[in-house]
Every structure is written in structure tokens, then in C-alpha cells.
């Protein structure tokens, strides 16, 4: 009688233990994605987790600053846990002047400051493998005096390198021109502000199987008065030390977006730069290769109305191993596309604009960010950006209104490629000026 209790109680013992592990199993197997935005007025970061084909916002983080510019979710510890990175600041709008660098764990969301950097906006943050030994660095864009600064989690801190810093100033010192807002202009009077560091990314651009840093930089856009110059920068380390090229220079207009990726299909990497205007000049996207040891630039879009092209990814939509443009452009319409390598040419389907979505008077969409998430149903393209009013005199900086729009499109209509089938969904309406997806 005792023995056959005891049997009994050994069956209930493992198959509740059984059902406790397959439970967790399951559990881990099944990919939960999320989306992350920067917004700002005040500078706060969203969560929202993709349930069912729609996004739901599950959390806010307030950081305490007027503006989130940037925010990555990544293994910034090399310790296989993602974090939140965040660059925030006050920009003009209030004090403590300067930016920070900022992170949250993904459990707690508890904050972390990683550096205390000090220039005036922490305008872009990239993390990946920048010094190819396996480990992952963060590399930051300032603007002001205008930093590409690394950093490096080592013996428990982190490590930080300058890879440039105010680089107009360089190029104003050898060409005798001026770029420096004048101090007596600028509510903050010891900040500098002169080069603008937009984007950085980390990526083998030159197809040599190491990575390289890439920035796009010009000068401020507070000078309305001269005309700015911008330049491409790659940085490479050799041995101990970064060396960086200039790729191009242009003038009047300014070098914005980086993507890099294998845009024709053929296991090369090119560089796709977007180039915006703060004037009134159109916007366009220029390929850049990297072939026989120098540069091929070619450019294959010119808008015939948006002057901003910030929001650009490179993603295999339809699951058929091609990599597509996805483009977003900036104001007044915020332009949504898709650009397809045919042959020799690229074929451009445009199937929405943002200021259609929202159809206010007097209103302007500038796109920031754009990014594709897939899980098993649906394709997931999510357009983040900031809406203005031009005749309220609400400057990009000020506004707090802006969009997360989700277009998104049945699995079975992504296997058959219906690019025109869209559905769309405005699922935010405050300011947003960048995001990230993460899956766990
Ligand atoms: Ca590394
Ligand atoms: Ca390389």
C-alpha cells in the first residue's frame, strides 16, 4: 500500500515537473517582438510588443530630459542580455545643457548613465563590432562641437575614444570659412556648436571582411545664412589607430542616412546614403561602391517634392532572399516606398504617404526612422517621425506631435509579393525621432 502511494506520488511529482519544463521550453521558443521609439516634449521611450498583427504599447520610460533622439536595444556588455541605449539632452530648450548616454536593462528598467557626454544633442548611436574582435562597442554621432566617440565595456567600465571631433572646424581652419554659430546667437553661451555628426553606422562597406565606422557630417543646420558643407566619412583601425576618408563632399545640401547591405543581390555590400536639404532643395538617395580601390557613386532617386531622406533600411520584404529599399521621406508628405533592383534599374512603388494618414491643415511629416519586423503572419513596416506646423512657428526641435505608422501585410499576400496591399494603422501620435525592433 505504502509502495503503491509512493508510485503514485512519483507519477504526479514528474509529470507536473515535466509540464513545468515543457511549459518553459515552449515558453523560450516562441519569439515575442517589440518595437522601441525616442520621443520627445518631454523625452520619453516607448515600448510596444507585437501581439496578433498589432502593435500595443506596454510601457513609457520618462527620462527626465526634454529630448530621446536616438535609442538601440543591444548586448552592450557582451553578456548575451540586450539594453536599452539611449541618447538624450535638453538641446536649447532648458538646463543642464549637454547630452547624456543612457541605458535601461529589459527586466527591471533600471538606468544606467554610461557617459555624461557634455556636447549639445546626442544626435545617433550605433552598436556593433567596430574594432573586429568579436565584441560589441557603441559608437556615438554628436552635434555641437561634433564627436564620433567609441565605447568600450572593459575591466567594468567603460572606455571611451574620440574617432573625430569637430572636423568643420578642421575644414574651416584649412579653407578659410566659417561655420561656427556665433555665441552671442545661442541661449547657451559656452556651447559650440559647428559640425553636426548625423548618422553613424558599423559595417564592412569596403567588402574586405572587417567592419568600418561610417558618419555623415556637416555643418550646423542653426546657420541659415552661409551655405553648409557635408562630408562621408569611413574610419578603419589599423593596428592601434583609426584612420579615416573623406568618401565625398558636397555642398548646399547635407549627407544624411547610412545603409549598408547587399542592395544587388550578388554578396557585395554598398554604401546608400541619403542626402536631405534644411532648405528648399529636394532630397535623393546615392549608392556608393567600393570597387577596385575607390569609390563608384551613382545616383538612383531624386524626389520631385520631399526635402528629407532620413528613414531608409534595406530588408528582404517578400522572403525571397532579395534585399528591397524601404523609404521614408521628409516633409511636407513623408513619402512611403519600396525600391526594387531590376536588372539595371530600380523599380519605385510608392503606396502611401504619412500626411494622408492624418490629413491635417497646415501640417508637415518628416520620417526619421523606418524598420521591417516579421513573425510568422505578417509583415510589419513601421515609419516613425515628427509632424510640424509651419505657420504656428513649432520648429522640428519644439514640436511634440508626430507618428508611428504600421503598415503591415498578410503572410500570404508577402508570398506572392502584392506590393500594393497594404494596411495601415497610425498606432502613435507623439514626436518620434528614432526607433529599433528587438526580438526576445
Ligand atoms: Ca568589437
Ligand atoms: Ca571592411
Known amino acids: 500500500m505504502i509502495k503503491r502511494n509512493y508510485i503514485v506520488f512519483l507519477i504526479i511529482f514528474f509529470s507536473i515537473a515535466i509540464f513545468f519544463v515543457k511549459s518553459n521550453v515552449l515558453k523560450k521558443q516562441t519569439n515575442q517582438h517589440y518595437i522601441v521609439a525616442a520621443s520627445s516634449n518631454p523625452g520619453e521611450i516607448f515600448l510596444y510588443k507585437l501581439e496578433n498583427g498589432n502593435y500595443k504599447k506596454i510601457k513609457s520610460i520618462d527620462t527626465g530630459y526634454k529630448f530621446v533622439y536616438t535609442v538601440r536595444v543591444a548586448d552592450i556588455y557582451n553578456n548575451k542580455r540586450q539594453y536599452i541605449v539611449a541618447g ?8 543642464p545643457y549637454g547630452c547624456k ?5 529589459l527586466y527591471k528598467f533600471q538606468e544606467k548613465m554610461i557617459d555624461d557626454v557634455g556636447d549639445l544633442r546626442c544626435k545617433d548611436l550605433t552598436i556593433g563590432d567596430a574594432e573586429n574582435n568579436g565584441k560589441n562597442e557603441i559608437v556615438l554621432a554628436t552635434h555641437g562641437v561634433g564627436y564620433v566617440r567609441l565605447y568600450k565595456w572593459q575591466n567594468n567600465q567603460w572606455e571611451k575614444e574620440d574617432l573625430d571631433s569637430n572636423y568643420i572646424d578642421r575644414i574651416d581652419q584649412q579653407e578659410k570659412t ?14 559650440i556648436v559647428q559640425t553636426a555628426v548625423h548618422i553613424v553606422k558599423i559595417a564592412d562597406v569596403d567588402n574586405d571582411g572587417k567592419n568600418e565606422v561610417i558618419a555623415t557630417i556637416s555643418s550646423p543646420l542653426e546657420l541659415q545664412n552661409v551655405d553648409e558643407i ?7 583601425k589599423e593596428g592601434d589607430t583609426w584612420k579615416s576618408t573623406v568618401v565625398d563632399k558636397l555642398s548646399g545640401r547635407e549627407f544624411r542616412s547610412i545603409t549598408i547591405g547587399d542592395l544587388y543581390n550578388n554578396r557585395h555590400n554598398i554604401m546608400l546614403i541619403g542626402i536631405g536639404s534644411p532648405r528648399n532643395e529636394k532630397g535623393s538617395l546615392v549608392v556608393y561602391d567600393f570597387f577596385n580601390s575607390s569609390w563608384n557613386k551613382k ?15 534595406l530588408a528582404d520584404v517578400f522572403d525571397d532572399g532579395k534585399q528591397r529599399i524601404l523609404l521614408a521621406t521628409g516633409f511636407p508628405e513623408a513619402k512611403i516606398m519600396l525600391l526594387t ?15 494622408s494618414l492624418f490629413n491635417i491643415k497646415g501640417a508637415q511629416f518628416n520620417s526619421m526612422a523606418v524598420s521591417l519586423q516579421k513573425d510568422p503572419v505578417s509583415t510589419n513596416l513601421i515609419i516613425g517621425g515628427m509632424t510640424t506646423y509651419p ?19 498578410d503572410k500570404n499576400l508577402r508570398e506572392n509579393k502584392v506590393i500594393e496591399k497594404w494596411t495601415n494603422k497610425i498606432m502613435e501620435t507623439r514626436s518620434v525621432l528614432g526607433l529599433d525592433k528587438y526580438t526576445l
Not at 545661442?186 to 556651447?191: G, H, N, T
Not at 557635408?230 to 578603419?236: A, D, E, F, L, P
Not at 533592383?341 to 500626411?355: L, R
Open 101 to 105: 548616454i543612457i541605458s535601461y536593462d
Open 88 to 95: 538624450v539632452s535638453n538641446s536649447f530648450f532648458g538646463e
Open 391 to 409: 505657420n504656428k512657428k513649432i520648429g522640428w526641435e519644439g514640436t511634440k506631435d508626430g507618428f508611428i505608422a504600421h503598415y503591415k501585410m
Open 341 to 355: 533592383w531590376k536588372i539595371n534599374k530600380f523599380e519605385i512603388n510608392q503606396f502611401g504617404t504619412i500626411s
Open 178 to 191: 566659417d561655420h561656427r554659430v556665433p555665441n552671442t546667437q545661442l541661449p547657451c553661451q559656452s556651447c
Open 299 to 313: 545616383e538612383i532617386y531624386r524626389d520631385s517634392s520631399e526635402t528629407n531622406m532620413k528613414a531608409v533600411a
Open 230 to 236: 557635408s562630408v562621408i566619412k569611413v574610419y578603419k
